[in-house]
């Protein structure tokens, strides 16, 4: 899985460590030219302009610390800096046993791959020994229910589904209904692709989200956001958009594998410090993978991941 993710992470790679080799090269004295195009590099791989200054600000404290004059030896102090910024927001989706049904809202625009993203969670989650119920809240488009009805089947679960242009939170109302008399562990409701911007189609997810939580106390447990890597920086106002109306709480970032922009995660974690569930690093079934900040960041600078099982 780490050889996947080095892999999937090549072209971001390419356009930060291609360019941080040449910077950092052993017996080179570090100079204020030296920073000066390290910070440039952040930028351009969609770190973003704040997030690249504070790594830079945390690298100058770790030079002095350790009066660093060789420019080899910043790449262990930027992996601690990143790390740093990573590592609280590495934490996985926990589904207590005593909540069930377990309810996880998924959430995003159209083409972030919200609906494949759903059968690879279910996936997972059934070979966890999970009973999961797939609710169809995309109504708007009607090749929506029929992917997540052949996810259903490839993961022999159940999907609840109504027609094209039906009530989406009457679909979700219904799920719910069934995954209590089924005793379901987990109720995972796929929604409407939708721009952030749009205020109509916002209160109808809000809409759903009252009702998951009138019908269930507590629900939804999870609101996740699916977010394409490779729109970098847009990527945030997506998230602020749809966090200001149904309070997300978990992020999954895919196409990872299909951009140089894959720098926005350590963007997302320094700006918003939310949890990030998943990446997705292919087109697999596997390739949806926890996230993991210490492999992400050896994998970044393409080196061996000594810190593996």
């Excluded at 050889?3 to 460590?17: D, I």
């Excluded at 759903?118 to 059934?126: A, F, N, P, R, Y």
């Excluded at 809240?137 to 929506?144: I, M, N, S, V, Y």
Aim: charged share 25%.
């Amino acid at each position: 899985m780490f050889s996947r993710l080095r892999a999937s992470l090549s072209r971001t790679r390419q356009s930060l460590a291609g360019g941080l080799s040449g910077l950092f090269g052993a017996g080179k004295k570090i100079d204020q030219q030296t920073l000066d195009e390290l910070e440039e590099l952040l930028i351009l791989a969609d770190v973003g302009v704040d997030t690249s200054m504070k790594i830079m600000d945390a690298l100058n404290g770790i030079i002095r610390r350790d009066r660093i004059t060789d420019t080899a030896e910043l790449y262990p102090a930027l992996e601690e800096v990143l790390l740093d910024i990573l590592q609280p927001s590495e934490v996985p989706l926990d589904i207590p046993s005593t909540t069930q049904p377990f309810v996880i809202m998924i959430v995003g625009v159209n083409g972030a791959g919200k609906t494949t993203s759903i059968g690879k969670i279910t996936c997972q989650l059934v070979q966890q020994g999970k009973s999961v119920l797939l609710a169809a809240g995309d109504t708007f488009r009607a090749a929506a229910s029929e992917q997540l009805k052949v996810w259903g089947d490839r993961n022999q679960v159940h999907v609840i589904a109504q027609q094209p242009g039906a009530d989406a939170a009457a679909v979700v109302h219904d799920a719910l209904e069934s995954a209590i008399s089924r005793n379901n562990d987990v109720v995972i409701i796929d929604t409407a692709g939708r721009q952030h911007t749009s205020g109509d189609l916002m209160q109808e997810l809000e809409k759903i989200y009252r009702i998951a939580g009138k019908k269930l106390p507590g629900a939804p447990h999870e609101v996740m956001l699916v977010l394409d890597a490779g729109i970098g920086q847009n990527a945030l106002h997506q998230l602020e958009g749809f966090d200001k109306r149904v309070n997300v709480s978990g992020l999954c970032l895919t196409k990872l594998d299909g951009t140089a922009k894959g720098g926005i995660i350590i963007s997302i974690a320094d700006r918003t410090g939310l949890p990030i569930r998943y990446i997705g690093i292919g087109e697999g079934i596997d390739d949806l993978r926890q996230f993991n900040a210490r492999d992400f960041v050896k994998a970044l600078f393409n080196q061996e991941n000594q810190d593996a099982d």
